[in-house]
């Protein structure tokens, strides 16, 4: 079957506003502003870009996003209430293609939380759904909790939905509780007993909660689903949402018996993938499918020997399919400016003259600490330069540890604070935690440290190690990720990282005063 006969499926990207619902993965304005403009490169047909009531900080983003957008139909969230929908619609209005995404849960245990009879929820949904429809001609309206929904009244609430204008069905498994058959099953009982359920489209949107989130969303498009709501790397609450890279390379490489097609550029995918992780501070787990450093690694002599001969033994899609260099060239210190942007672009990194010129420096100074520099020590010093740059309040400038057998260990630090240099001599459990009590002694603060993670990026005793933290304060959490080839210097500057971020956030939470609390929602 040709593309040109194949049933599309519209990806729906729900990166920068479930995925942002992950713990600590808050993204800055500028970086929500740059994942949009690689989503709508790289195809992605719905880019939900935030929930515009939340707070004034989402309400801009959603709304430059849009003013920005190309390609992409530009999407907010709303609440079933008028307010919700006004202020949504004022944030994509600008769009080419804008879209309203009004939800409420109709589930027994989500009914319960507004108070509302079954009958009451009816009318709200009546009332919600054909506000929205007046203000935008792309309505999208979601059962929250679909899954766990009694049928009837599912039916029945899908049916006034569409009567009153949506466009678009989606039926989220907000908790990940259903599995593959259960989701063809629905979409297919719901299609065939609706009316008007041939008018519209209808959608999936699958949480990881139980791993099934891409066999649940596969399985509903079999059902005649043609939306896959889904994130870069599965960001999202608690296990994640379904995967996009998942789903995208799921159907390309088995149309045989998933014949559909979408409009995903899948050589983008690994750029887009690393930007994500970068800016949202959650490492990709290296078995994760598609797109984890493992994902086309081979270490057992048979594989091995079966790739030298032929790459299809066993690889079922090429490197290049995801936009992931086949070679490794070494990098080194005698390597030019010109070799070095090649290289990046052949990464997935377009730089301007400016950033080369910073990433360069960069480069160099790498350079004269290994012997040689290896794409993931480019990718490493790529989300380290964009860390780095962002939101600078805090900045390691000078780190010296003694450490070894005899206790106490002591780091000797200073720290540019807003410009200000300010140095400290502080001890400590070993050199990582006598390094954080100096930035904590130069910048007193109340965050807890939940995690402090440390992996190589690349093998030997030269090898740069990336470290990430996640710290919890009053509620907001926050992470941050380093790479050096001193772990003791990569652990500050993660820790710096995240103490920047949550600087923003308590920035934030100040003058978005009406900041709403939207975790599990769709």
């Known amino acids: 079957m040709t593309s040109s006969t194949q049933d599309r499926v519209k990806i729906f990207d729900t990166t920068l506003r479930d995925g942002e619902q992950s713990p600590g993965a808050t993204m800055t304005h500028a970086e929500k502003l740059e994942i949009a403009g690689l989503l709508d490169e790289m195809g992605v047909d719905i880019i939900e870009a935030g929930f515009p009531i939340a707070s004034e900080g989402d309400f801009q983003a959603v709304s430059e ?11 907010g969230l709303a609440r079933a209430n008028i307010t919700d929908i006004d202020r949504c619609w004022e944030a994509v209005k600008h769009a080419a293609q804008p879209r309203i995404h009004t939800f409420i849960g109709t589930s027994p245990l989500h009914r ?3 108070n509302l009879s079954m009958d009451q929820m009816a009318e709200r949904i009546e009332q919600t759904v054909t506000h929205a429809r007046n203000l935008c001609p792309d309505v999208q309206w979601s059962p929250m909790d679909a899954t766990r929904t009694e049928h009837d009244y599912l039916c029945r609430v899908i049916e006034i939905a569409i009567k009153c204008g949506a466009t678009t069905i989606n039926i989220p498994d907000t908790v990940g509780y259903t599995a593959p058959r259960e989701s063809a099953d629905l979409i297919r009982m719901l ?12 959608a999936t949107h699958c949480h990881n909660d139980l791993g099934m989130a891409t066999a649940n969303a ?9 939306q896959i709501e889904c994130t870069i790397n599965g960001l999202g609450e608690r296990a994640g949402n379904t995967a996009l890279e998942e789903v995208v390379m799921a159907m390309k490489v088995r ?6 097609a979408t409009r995903i550029d899948a050589t983008k995918i690994m750029n887009i993938s690393r930007r994500v992780s970068s800016v949202s501070g959650f490492a990709v787990q290296p078995n994760k499918a598609i797109v984890g450093k493992n994902a086309f690694a081979h270490e057992s002599g048979i594989h091995q020997d079966g790739m030298l001969k032929n790459a299809e033994t066993f690889e079922i899609m090429r490197p290049s399919d995801i936009g992931l260099s086949e070679t490794s060239l070494v990098m080194g210190k005698h390597s030019g400016r010109a070799a070095l942007r090649a290289k990046l672009a052949d990464l997935g990194y377009e730089l301007g003259d400016n950033q080369l010129k910073d990433v360069f420096v960069r480069f160099k100074a790498l350079a004269d600490r290994k012997k040689e ?3 993931d020590d480019l990718v490493a010093l790529m989300q380290d330069s964009s860390a780095a740059a962002a939101n600078e309040h805090l900045k390691v400038k000078f780190l010296r540890v003694i450490c070894g057998t005899e206790a106490p260990q002591s780091a000797d630090l200073t720290l540019t604070v807003d410009g200000k240099d300010e140095q400290v001599t502080a001890t400590g459990d070993g050199p990582v935690d006598a390094t954080f ?3 904590k002694a130069i ?3 109340d965050a807890r440290l939940q995690l402090y993670q440390v992996h190589a990026v690349t093998e030997g005793t030269d090898a740069q190690a990336t470290v990430s933290v996640r710290m919890e304060e009053d509620g907001k959490i926050v992470t941050g990720q380093s790479a050096d080839t001193d772990t003791v210097v990569a652990s500050a500057k993660a820790y710096v990282a995240a103490l920047n971020r949550l600087i923003v956030r308590r920035t934030k939470t100040h003058s978005d005063k009406k900041e709403i609390n939207y975790k599990d929602v769709s």
Do not use: M
Request: aromatic share 8%; proline share 8%; with cysteine.
């Open 112 to 114: 319960a939380i507004p």
């Open 437 to 439: 009590n100096a930035v």
């Open 218 to 226: 596969l399985a509903a498009v079999e059902a005649g689903a043609r």
């Open 191 to 202: 299609i065939e007993k609706v009316p008007g359920a041939d008018t519209v489209t209808f």
């Open 443 to 445: 910048f007193p603060h």
């Open 255 to 260: 149309n045989d018996i998933l014949p559909y």
């Open 373 to 375: 520099i290896y794409d």
């Open 65 to 75: 996003i849009a003013k920005n957008s190309v390609n992409s139909s530009i999407c």
